[in-house]
């Protein structure tokens, strides 16, 4: 970087692309569909084979494009070293591979995305993985199952879709205690408003699909930590194949530009509706980590900037309530995703938990009757405006 200690919102919009020169003098980012990079020197394309020397050979295990998303994420979750993944869950799931092995011990949390949950419950356990999963806000009990010794530790916070808050510091240091690898989903936080790495996690994962794209036009996922862990993961990706198209990276790089701005942004619309919605007679609970009233409010201020744009909360009444008050919203898709410019909406039971049960669900403490709220980058006054017409 050309100035020291850059604030967030530059390295939002520079790091990565501060050198011009290699792109015949282009200020953007070309998008490089190349699926190889030709060489005449056999000597010097070996060096580069071998890492001797910079350079790509094939778009399956490098690519320019790809190479700018990665440095921005680096700089911006302050690691070592990133590598990418065509999904979230290509980042969780190579990520995991490429640290486990039978006879291992995973301990994690019940409130992990629904896809976690799944790799944790029926694909891990096939490999003589075994996989203890605690409740998410007992972080005693979690301690106590680290104790036991364990290969990972692997935590997620805010969660989808309560918004339960793990303290990451805390639980780090037990997982260190006992050797394990400490991994952190950062999804719903995003680097603006909390970086894992700087609470002593060894490893930062998120679905670059919701709040790093931001536009809800590409997937991608990203893993960020130190570079022994994020090399283990990259040579598990480069033969797994789950390669970031470079398409969708330029789309990653352009939605990061913006990232600080649009964060800032939904944490302040989000805290003025959550506290809109709690107050609403017609809503039975909301849960956002930024309101006093929420059971982890204290680990959140402690570990957040802010408390983002994410939040859940449930109608009085059953699901009919649902389906009467979510077609109504005029300014919010009803979708599955996530962490757009335009505010999305929908029941976890058919977005992130639709692969869980109903009596997974129930045991996860997810009604049937929630809905999960992420909020866009209208102006809060129509959000507001738009969700007080729908609840009458
Ligand atoms: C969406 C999501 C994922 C999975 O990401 P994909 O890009 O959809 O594969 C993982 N973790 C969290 C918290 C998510 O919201």
Redesign the pocket.
Known sequence: MAKENPKIGTLSVWAGEEKKDGWQRATQVPVVHSVSYGYDDMDYWYDVALGKETGHIYSRNTNPTVDVFEEKMRQLEGAEAATSFS????A?SNTLYSLLQPGDRVVSIKDT?G??NEIFTRFLPRLNIDVQLCPTTDHELIEAEVAKGCTVLYL?TPT?PTLKVVDIARLTKAGHAVGATVIV?N??STPINTNPLALGADLVIH????YLGGHADA???VLCGAKKLVNGAFAYREINGATLHPMAAYLMIRGLKTLALRIERQNVSAMKIAQFLKGHPKVEDVFYPGLETHENHEIAKKQMRDFGGMMSFFLKGDFDAVRAFLPRLRYAHIAAN?GPVETVAGPPRTT?HVEVSPEQRAAMGIPESLIRYSVGIEDVEDLIADLEQALQ
Do not use: H
């Not at 999904?87 to 290509?90: H, L, N, S």
């Open positions: 999904t979230g869950m290509a969780i995305y896809g976690t997620e989808n989903d999804t719903f679905s670059a699909t919701k997937l991608g996922g996530l992130s």
